[in-house]
């Protein structure tokens, strides 16, 4: 009888450090969760700019200052 006692709470001990293991965080910090969750994302492609708005934005101002330059002369 106390040997399966022991072996009951030998059991019941190896399934509640167990269970503990399953609840716990894979990450220690907020800042390894934030980097590990944007590596995944960008994995995914969702931080991927959908358009460069520089070389219009350049060619907007080439127009404008031309303009201006046709208006003073």
């Not at 390894?32 to 520089?54: F, K, N, P, V």
């Amino acid at each position: 009888m106390v040997d399966r006692v022991r072996n009951d709470l030998s059991a019941l001990e190896a399934a509640a450090a167990s269970a503990r293991a399953g609840f716990a965080c894979m990450f220690s910090t907020s800042d390894e969760y934030e980097q590990a969750l944007i590596a995944a994302r960008r994995a995914q492609g969702r931080y991927q700019q959908t358009r460069d708005w520089s070389p219009m934005l350049l060619l907007g101002c080439v127009f404008a200052l031309s303009g201006i330059l046709l208006v003073v002369l």
